[in-house]
């Protein structure tokens, strides 16, 4: 093997080791340990690693153009978000690419090359709901394109994130159900493999276990689209489990929810109060309108076009990723308050 074939995931994949920690190791980073920086140095030098020439001078050329990759355009969270990054981008003469990957893993991957090939200044990243590998954000790193995750992050992806507290914000919507006397409270949940969905979960059941409520697993459900939403819920009381309460992941989920106990004879909230999580326009279109968690979808988009051109400006070879953090706020409407 030629040195100019060696590359940072070759040096990964012998060690058995992310390409990210490979290159921070190289660089000498405080974060990775002695061990491994000799472990990755020695085999380095072994196989005459050297550095992307063309993929470093990538970070010395401006397109004056920067990539969104989403799930879902039509969904109003991203939408939203989407408004932010783009008002962002006007002010400072940038162009934005906006590519959607309907939640496939194959098609994010496709869009990930197209923009390597299109050597774009910087990309707003969130993933899809399909998921599982993230060689291909691997490889827009590699090429020397920073990288701003939001919402839905890649935890083992050395970058830059904005997000909400998701675990606190499912613990203060499941509270506020609880509060309001509901005992028997349903989640319709994420994908695990998402963090957003594990926090959104983990919240839920921290509330149930600090208010001294068992957890009944036939309450879960992985349910985060309104059609299975919808399902599970007449499912569920044709089977005579009927909640008092119902925490969704998403709007939609909690909007298929309601009306699928609503198309069963139940009243809402008086039967059975329902949260939703977004507060998307369809909150305020519902029969109760539905209470939800406000994401700040165009805060979280300003935030993170910020956080991307700042990296895009200073230039660096290496910095240490930030963790930004929004407050989300339960917005309580007739869906679950209870007269």
């Not at 012998?14 to 002695?34: E, F, M, Q, Y």
């Not at 923009?115 to 827009?140: A, P, Q, Y």
């Not at 909400?164 to 493999?193: M, Y």
Request: charged share 25%.
């Amino acid at each position: 093997m030629r040195s100019s074939q060696v590359t940072l995931k070759d040096i990964a994949r012998k060690l058995g080791i992310s390409p990210s920690t490979v290159s921070r190791a190289l660089k000498d980073h405080p974060d990775i340990n002695n061990e491994t920086k000799k472990s990755v140095n020695e085999l380095a030098q072994k196989l005459k690693y050297q550095p992307n020439a063309v993929a470093i001078s990538l970070k010395n050329r401006k397109s004056n153009t920067i990539a969104v990759m989403i799930p879902e355009i039509v969904h109003y969270f991203f939408s939203s978000v989407l408004s932010g990054i783009e008002d962002v981008a006007s002010q400072k003469g940038y162009t934005v690419i906006i590519c959607q990957s309907n939640e496939s893993y194959a098609r994010e991957v496709a869009n990930a090359r197209t923009l390597l090939s299109h050597r774009v200044d910087g990309i707003l990243v969130s993933i899809s709901k399909e998921t599982h590998s993230f060689d291909h954000l691997v490889d827009l790193q590699e090429g020397g394109i920073p990288l701003v995750f939001f919402d839905r992050i890649a935890p083992e992806i050395y970058a830059d994130q904005v997000i909400i507290d998701d675990l606190e914000a499912s613990r203060n919507a499941t509270r506020h159900l609880i509060s309001t006397g509901c005992r028997k409270i349903v989640h319709f949940a994420g994908p695990q493999n998402l963090v957003i969905g594990r926090d959104r979960l983990q919240g839920y059941l921290n509330a149930l276990t600090e208010a001294g409520l068992s957890v009944d697993n036939r309450f879960v459900v992985e349910a985060d689209t309104f059609e299975d939403a919808r399902s599970a819920m007449i499912e569920m009381l044709d089977e005579g489990i009927v909640p008092d309460g119902v925490f969704a992941v998403n709007d939609l989920s909690a909007i298929g929810a309601m009306q699928a106990i609503q198309k069963k004879g139940f009243k809402v909230p008086e039967d059975i109060a329902v949260v939703g999580f977004s507060d998307g326009r369809l909150s305020g279109i519902t029969d109760p309108y539905l209470t939800s968690v406000d994401q700040h979808g165009y805060e979280m988009g300003t935030m993170a076009a910020e956080m991307l051109f700042q990296r895009i400006m200073a230039d660096e070879e290496e910095y240490v990723p930030e963790v930004k953090i929004l407050n989300a706020d339960l917005i309580i409407r007739g869906s679950s308050v209870k007269e």
